[in-house]
């Protein structure tokens, strides 16, 4: 987890609700991604960016939102909360030759 | 498209055993595999990748794993196992053309027990 911050580390919202997961990173690496993990998913990716502004869709993307201002952060957000949403979210992030990626802790999203 | 299948949901060894996790994976072009473990409410950590080279790839804490690309397989093992790797296990591959997407499989855990 060193070099990879996620907040919060637990959120509990309500249905139709937008909520924002940060992950900031200290490793000034070009590549970041957003995944979530389901029991029987593994994990999938929801979004990734390639450098700030420049970003992505990935296989499960419908109903987030991603923007990356800065190299550091990379924001995601549920733009109207569903229960389907209820999921753990992993950040992690690759250097330039994006050989090996590298989790951050995890964000545990409930939406009632 | 790429896929990887890790088909065992558990695997059951005791500790002192020899342990194999199993991988299979479908990638269009030659593969970059990851081993990745997830302690408990934890993010994933790194453990080994095969790139290129031997097929043999030695990791962290003990663990290796094996390319076999005419079985398109990539397991996991240990040696002797320790109650302290009971974790949840990933595989992942990346094909090496295009974007470097990681797909990962639905993971298996490892139970050691004493």
């Known amino acids: 987890d060193a070099g990879i911050t996620q907040s919060p580390r637990h959120k509990v919202t309500e249905t139709g609700t937008p909520v924002t997961l940060r992950c900031h990173q200290t490793?000034?690496?070009?590549?970041m991604y957003w995944y979530r993990q389901d029991p029987g998913h593994g994990l999938r990716l929801i979004h990734y960016s390639y450098g700030v502004k420049d970003t992505d869709k990935g296989e499960v993307s419908d109903g987030y939102s991603v923007s990356r201002s800065k190299t550091e952060d990379f924001l995601l957000t549920l733009e109207s909360a569903t229960s389907s949403q209820t999921s753990v979210y992993f950040c992690a992030i690759s250097d330039r030759n994006q050989e090996t990626q590298y989790f951050g802790p995890g964000t545990r999203l409930l939406v009632l | 498209a790429q896929s990887v299948a890790q088909p065992e949901d558990q695997v059951n060894v005791a500790e002192g055993n020899p342990l194999t996790v199993k991988c299979t994976y479908s990638v269009s072009g030659n593969p970059y595999l990851f081993w990745y473990v997830q302690y408990p409410n934890r993010g994933l950590q790194f453990l080994l990748k095969y790139i290129t080279g031997d097929n043999l790839v030695k990791g962290s804490y003990g663990f290796e794993a094996e390319f076999n690309k005419s079985q398109t397989s990539f397991h996991l093992k240990k040696p002797s196992a320790l109650v302290s790797d009971s974790a949840l296990y990933f595989c992942?591959?990346?094909?090496?053309?295009?974007?470097?997407?990681?797909?990962f499989g639905t993971g298996t855990r490892l139970l050691v027990s004493p």
């Open positions: 490793e000034n690496h070009r590549y």
């Open positions: 992942a591959v990346r094909d090496v053309t295009g974007f470097q997407k990681l797909v």
